[in-house]
């Protein structure tokens, strides 16, 4: 298998074999990089240009290809998403908090269902460990309870799940230095989603929801939880 002229290593075959009758897309749609599943394409002059996940290392892309595809799954196994409320538009902060509500939550999960196939995700884990290293040090703190703290409360319990115990740890004692509040509360939203779960679409609407109420993005209806098994709105 490939995409965009790439191989894609093993275990890719493995994970594609297993789950591409679930998935019910064709070949041809990976091959190409549709924009369907690995988002819009990005031009120059009216030239498309290769996207940037194409220059990572053959496991790397393996996995990232993998993950993308695993979005999808949990869409057809009913996974929540979150929804802005109808007064605030697509690029306004309450949007953005609420991607990163949905990330903290299925992340995890998703991680769940590829951990069977071993994929190499060193490069990856690396880039994500460098990037909030960086951010955290360089970067100044959000005040509490604006919504760029939110923000950082929410990435703090998603590296928890993400990251190597080692990076963890490295990464912990920073966020513990410069930012204690920040750390207290993604301690509380990683002991709400060690409660409520998050490896099967209902344990994860639970905690959505959940965390969304612990932040306060009820309020105001910043944020809401959809249940596409059911089409509501909570």
Not at 167 to 191: K, S, T
Not at 201 to 224: E, T, V
Request: negative net charge; charged residues 20%.
């Amino acid at each position: 298998m490939h995409i965009l002229g790439r191989n894609l290593i093993t275990p890719f075959p493995s994970f594609w074999a297993n789950h591409s009758a679930e998935l019910d897309l064709c070949l041809e749609m990976i091959n190409k990089a549709d924009s369907s599943i690995f988002g819009p394409k990005q031009t120059h002059r009216g030239k498309e240009l290769t996207p940037y996940w194409m220059n990572l290392p053959d496991g790397a892309l393996s996995y990232h290809v993998a993950h993308e595809l695993t979005h999808k799954i949990m869409t057809k196994r009913g996974f929540p998403s979150t929804v802005r409320g109808p007064h605030y538009n697509i690029d306004s902060p309450q949007a953005r908090v609420g991607s990163d509500l949905q990330e903290m939550i299925l992340h995890p999960g998703l991680e769940d269902i590829l951990l069977p196939y071993a994929f190499d995700q060193t490069h990856i884990r690396q880039h994500l460990f460098e990037g909030a290293r960086k951010g955290l040090e360089e970067s100044p703190i959000p005040q509490m309870g604006t919504l760029w703290w939110i923000t950082w409360s929410c990435r703090f319990a998603e590296l928890y799940y993400l990251l190597t115990r080692e990076q963890w740890l490295r990464l912990e004692v920073v966020y513990e230095g410069r930012c204690p509040d920040i750390a207290a509360m993604g301690n509380n939203l990683i002991a709400l989603m060690t409660e409520h779960g998050f490896s099967t679409a209902p344990q994860a609407i639970r905690s959505m929801i959940s965390a969304r109420n612990l932040l306060g993005l009820q309020n105001n209806n910043q944020c809401f939880i959809l249940d596409p098994s059911t089409k509501t709105l909570h």
